[in-house]
């Protein structure tokens, strides 16, 4: 059973620019989420969302945001990037909604914004 | 406020020995969650141990154990038998039970195994 997949690995990006990466859950997960994982420090819950709908969201300013279609993928987008967006971000995936230790996490895209 | 601290930035331990990653906590809530994750190289997060709060036995799974001491709000993480392929990144973190957004990761410690 294929895990859950991020594209692209490593993506590039100058300040202001648009950056949009996209996960791929394991097949019949529903909920997908999105973390960053800034150097040096522990994640930060980014997103949530089930069924197509957003759930939750951290605390994060709007130009951070995504949707999910409806084969359960998802795409982040972060506009206006700042230098301080870079980051690993971390999508992981679960069967509806569950609490983090239940959920299974993709190999994260690591942005860099120059 | 809800805080994870780990205070080892860097580990290093020798193949075979056993190791223990240090984690203490601070949250007001009841009802909580305490958990590992393990972050090699390559960028996934892998879960490892959950602990409870009203758990009463520590939590341990195959090599892992979880060392959780609930008045002095630590949970510490035990490898026992330390293998090369446990070199990595590895972060405490805390939930409420029913929450799915409120989750607190510590900056994580970073284990090297020493053949």
């Known amino acids: 059973e294929a895990g859950v997949t991020q594209s692209p690995t490593h993506l590039i990006k100058t300040r202001g620019q648009q950056a949009t990466l996209r996960c791929s859950p394991i097949?019949?997960?529903?909920?997908v989420y999105w973390y960053q994982q800034a150097l040096g420090l522990g994640l930060q819950f980014l997103l949530w969302?089930?069924?197509?709908?957003?759930?939750n969201r951290g605390n994060f300013p709007p130009r951070f945001s995504g949707r999910q279609f409806p084969n359960y993928s998802s795409e982040l987008n972060v506009n206006a990037l700042e230098l301080e967006d870079s980051a690993l971000y971390l999508c992981?995936?679960?069967?509806?909604?569950?609490?983090?230790?239940?959920?299974?996490f993709g190999p994260g895209t690591r942005l860099t914004v120059t | 406020a809800q805080k994870i601290t780990q205070t080892q930035p860097g580990m290093f331990v020798q193949e075979k020995e056993a190791v223990t990653l240090d984690c203490t906590y601070d949250?007001?809530?009841?009802?909580?969650?305490l958990f590992w994750y393990k972050q090699p190289s390559s960028g996934e997060m892998i879960f490892l141990i959950y602990?409870?709060?009203?758990?009463?036995q520590n939590a341990t799974e195959g090599r892992y154990s979880l060392n959780f001491q609930k008045a002095r709000k630590s949970a510490n993480l035990v490898i026992s038998a330390s293998q090369l392929g446990d070199s990595a990144m590895y972060f405490c973190?805390?939930?409420?039970?029913?929450?799915?957004?409120?989750?607190?990761f510590g900056p994580g410690t970073s284990l090297s195994v020493i053949p």
């Open positions: 097949s019949g997960h529903t909920s």
């Open positions: 992981a995936s679960s069967v509806g909604a569950r609490s983090v230790y239940e959920q299974y």
């Open positions: 969302y089930d069924e197509g709908e957003e759930r």
């Open positions: 949250t007001s809530d009841q009802s909580y969650g």
């Open positions: 973190a805390m939930s409420h039970k029913t929450s799915y957004d409120k989750v607190i």
């Open positions: 602990q409870g709060s009203y758990d009463e």
